[in-house]
């Protein structure tokens, strides 16, 4: 397939070399627009108060590769519009950097915002996210996004996975259809980990900012939220917590429809 990858994490990002790397191996034409730098819970923001600077560069993926100084939104829709010679059969978005599961988490997902920007388009699009714990975070924070050995090993088979089955999806969605596909890989993720249908968890994610301190100023202090999902049917974020590949169908026609 003729695909565009994104990401909100930016282009440095091994999470997105790594799913490059075999897109490309399982002979897709691959191009990819991605941030400058990360851009993480940001939704669907556009950079609308100032202009965004796109360049190509050379960043040895073996594909024709922009930089764009922008949001992931911002990516797909100068990509699409006026970077690629020929339009993209799908977008894909990811791989993200930590879950995105719930409807905590969804709306304000760069990633998943990526997927979306491609169904705005007419186009098939899926996002890929990868559970990683509080210390492999930190890990990656204080290394410049180098993964510990672990983390390298479950990412380049989520990668796999993820090569095998985006394009497998997109191809299964009609064009204009307003659905995107939102992918959760667990960790460990294993070259037999199932993937399971689910539907968003419903998150309640209240007090995300601290008190005020003497500056003047809140800051954000993360935090997993509630769970308040019924026992059935399974949920994205009981999926990825068993150990499955979490596979969520995002309708956004359904929004559309009267209560």
């Not at 040895?60 to 339009?87: F, K, M, Q, R, Y």
């Not at 960790?187 to 199932?194: G, L, N, Q, V, Y």
């Amino acid at each position: 397939m003729r695909l565009l990858l994104t990401n909100d994490d930016g282009i440095e990002s091994v999470f997105l070399r790594e799913l490059a790397r075999e897109l490309i191996a399982e002979g897709h034409d691959l191009s990819i627009a991605a941030p400058r730098s990360e851009q993480s819970w940001i939704g669907a923001a556009k950079s609308r108060n100032r202009g965004v600077h796109s360049a190509k560069v050379d960043r040895g993926l073996g594909c024709p590769t922009w930089i764009v100084d922008g949001t992931p939104s911002d990516c797909v829709n100068i990509a699409v519009e006026h970077l690629l010679p020929v339009p993209p059969e799908g977008v894909i978005s990811g791989i993200n950097v930590g879950l995105n599961t719930s409807l905590g988490f969804l709306i304000a997902s760069g990633t998943v915002a990526g997927a979306w920007e491609g169904a705005l388009h007419g186009l098939p699009s899926i996002a890929f996210s990868q559970e990683v714990t509080y210390e492999m975070y930190e890990h990656l924070k204080t290394e410049g996004g180098r993964p510990d050995e672990a983390l390298l090993a479950t990412l380049r088979i989520s990668a796999r996975h993820a090569a095998c089955l985006g394009p497998k999806l997109l191809a299964s969605t009609p064009p204009c259809s307003f659905i995107i596909h939102n992918v959760n890989f667990p960790f460990p993720c294993k070259p037999d980990s199932t993937v399971r249908r689910t539907i968003p968890a419903r998150m309640m994610v209240p007090g995300l900012f601290s008190r005020q301190s003497e500056d003047g100023t809140h800051r954000l202090v993360y935090k997993m939220g509630v769970d308040v999902s019924p026992p059935e049917p399974l949920t994205d974020s009981a999926a990825v917590a068993a150990g499955f590949i979490s596979h969520s169908v995002l309708d956004y026609t359904k929004l559309g429809t009267l209560a």
